[in-house]
């Protein structure tokens, strides 16, 4: 079946630290995006990429860095810059048609700093 | 500037209640409007969608039109289950744009409870 999946579904951080959460997706679409879900918060765009090599700054990219080297991956790295990683990370893939494209997200991972 | 705005949550029902959750949005021309749901612990997905005016989005018995004239998408349906409790995010493309979610502007959500 397609999809997109991420990995892992828990992860923990402990201070100073980098991590790296994986998205892959086998929906051959161009465009994948990072976003942030803080508790009783809408999303946040970190990163969006919408082709393979190529990749924009979200609305708050500070902290963050990801790579796009194959279509399929899109993974996010959390640095230690970023000073309140604790929460939860969706990925998503989606064509870039007009005609009200639907995205499909991953199942999420939660970042907990400890 | 574009944006949406849901009513607040919670919101907390008995099995087999209607449910009415508002969505309103700013926009200039023709959006297309979207609602997305997110169970416990998982990812979005699509619940329906609406991509001209009058239209009208339906899936698994929810419903929302596209009100051009009131600016709304408000989400319906006729008699909620245990299992429709979740998060639901109202969101928008604005006009004239491909739709690159990194141009899809998403509500805060709506927490809904349904209980038996």
């Known amino acids: 079946d397609g999809g997109i999946t991420q990995s892992p579904k828990y992860l923990f951080r402990k201070e100073g630290q980098n991590v790296t959460l994986s998205c892959e997706q086998n929906?051959?679409?161009?465009?994948m995006y990072w976003y942030r879900q803080d508790p009783g918060q809408g999303l946040r765009l970190i990163y969006y990429?919408?082709?393979?090599?190529?990749?924009q700054k979200g609305d708050i990219a500070e902290g963050y860095s990801v790579s796009r080297e194959k279509k399929e991956s899109f993974p996010l790295t959390v640095t230690s810059a970023q000073k309140n990683p604790t929460a939860f990370y969706l990925c998503?893939?989606?064509?870039?048609?007009?005609?009200?494209?639907?995205?499909?997200f991953g199942q999420g991972t939660r970042l907990t700093v400890v | 500037g574009n944006s949406v705005t849901q009513m607040e949550g919670p919101v907390t029902l008995s099995e087999e209640a209607f449910l009415t959750i508002n969505c309103t949005y700013t926009?200039?021309?023709?959006?297309?409007l979207f609602w997305y749901v997110q169970y416990p612990g998982e990812g979005l997905q699509l619940l329906l969608k609406?991509?001209?005016?009058?239209d009208k989005g339906s899936n698994k018995g929810f419903e929302a039109t596209y009100r051009k004239e009131t600016t709304s998408f408000h989400l319906e349906k006729g008699s909620v289950q245990v299992s429709d409790s979740a998060v639901y995010f109202c969101?928008?493309?604005?006009?004239?744009?491909?739709?690159?979610?990194?141009?899809?502007?998403f509500g805060p959500g709506t927490s809904l409870s349904v209980i038996p």
């Open positions: 609406a991509t001209k005016a009058d």
């Open positions: 929906l051959n679409h161009d465009a």
């Open positions: 998503a893939s989606s064509t870039t048609g007009y005609d009200g494209t639907e995205a499909f």
């Open positions: 969101a928008l493309t604005p006009f004239g744009q491909s739709t690159s979610y990194d141009k899809v502007i």
């Open positions: 990429s919408q082709i393979v090599n190529d990749f």
């Open positions: 926009a200039t021309g023709y959006p297309s």
